[in-house]
């Protein structure tokens, strides 16, 4: 049984993917910690209607990156994890955490990787007039969405894309390819040599 962490920082909607793969058992696995660096985040309105243990760490509260990253990495290390997902969490961990959890956390990116780091995907494909998007699953390490990819899921873009469609035929492709990673996560299948990749 997989032991997972989840770390959001907005809405939670591929922590609720999370959750409903784990209650269907397409996850062989269970979501013991679910860390909010964002007291408004409705995602943790998601983890409390499922009674999943659910910590409210906002980063404003300290002075340094490290200082907070020291109070996640204590919550973290109350459990014996096997992953960590990061599923929209905005910020930026440094060593003390990507140093004691080496290739046992992973981050959702809503770009095909190595285009794009960072933020304003979406804007930037538009503005660019790039035929194709898609998503990107990825180990973490200390550079900025740099860590070597696992997964990634393609859509062709189309001419009557706008911003929200872009959003939302993106959001569809997380939903379906964060459960299948983790999954294969859960049963030992995922192969650290050979990238996932998947047209939408």
């Known amino acids: ?10 809405n939670g909607s591929n922590l609720q993917s999370l959750i409903d793969a784990c209650e269907k058992n397409t996850i062989r696995g269970e979501i013991q910690l679910v860390i909010s660096n964002n007291p408004n985040a ?19 509260d300290f002075k340094s990156r490290e200082d907070f990253d020291l109070a996640i990495l204590q919550e973290l290390k109350k459990i014996n994890l096997d992953l960590i997902v990061l599923a929209g969490f905005m910020r930026i961990l440094t060593p003390i955490i990507t140093e004691s959890f080496e290739e046992k956390i992973i981050n959702i990116h809503p770009s095909l990787l190595p285009k794009y780091p960072g933020l304003n995907t979406h804007e930037s494909v538009i503005k660019n007039g790039d035929k194709k998007h898609g998503i990107t699953i990825h180990f973490v390490n200390d550079v900025l969405d740099g860590g070597k990819i696992i997964a990634q899921g393609e859509i062709s873009v189309r001419q ?6 872009l959003k939302k035929r993106i959001h569809s492709v997380e939903h379906a390819m964060l459960p299948m990673v983790v999954s ?3 049963d030992g299948s995922i192969c ?3 990238k996932i990749y998947k047209k939408f």
């Open 42 to 60: 409705f995602g943790i309105q998601r983890a409390k209607k499922h009674s999943l243990n659910c910590k409210v760490i906002n980063n404003e």
């Open 184 to 186: 294969k996560f859960a």
């Open 192 to 194: 650290k040599y050979e």
């Open 160 to 165: 009557s894309d706008t911003l929200q469609d």
């Open 1 to 10: 049984m997989l032991k997972i962490a989840v770390l959001i920082s907005g």
